[in-house]
Nanobody, 117 residues
Framework: QVQLVESGGGLVQAGGSLRLSCAASGIRFSMYTMGWYRQAPGKQRELVADITSGGSTNYADSVKGRFTISRDNAKLTAYLQMNSLKPEDTAVYYC???????????WGKGTLVTVSS
């Protein structure tokens, strides 16, 4: 059974930092592209950042220079370090694991990040 469990969300003031974690089980973690998505109230879910099995990263323009995605294959965990947070970063953040070759992906249940001004 595949599980992706996010943690690390919470309430933070603008300018602060949070680190999100996504612990995976039931998949060959090292073979998956890991992504972080977010969905703000009334908006569509959007890609924040992803990291391929080879370690290549991709970021949304809105978070470049502020957020860093990483992965630890030994711990089956992906991370999103978020610095210089802004109120517009407020959203539910979801972890995604995608195995491109087989076109399968899995989602976590999300963790809420609230940035106060």
């Amino acid at each position: 059974q595949v599980q992706l469990v996010e943690s690390g969300g919470g309430l933070v003031q603008a300018g602060g930092s949070l680190r999100l974690s996504c612990a995976a089980s039931g998949i060959r973690f090292s073979m998956y592209t890991m992504g972080w998505y977010r969905q703000a109230p009334g908006k569509q879910r959007e890609l924040v950042a992803d990291i391929t099995s080879g370690g290549s990263t991709n970021y949304a323009d809105s978070v470049k220079g502020r957020f860093t995605i990483s992965r630890d294959n030994a711990k089956l965990t992906a991370y999103l370090q978020m610095n210089s947070l802004k109120p517009e970063d407020t959203a539910v953040y979801y972890c995604n694991a995608e195995y491109v070759v087989l076109r399968v992906d899995y989602w976590g249940k999300g963790t809420l990040v609230t940035v106060s001004s």
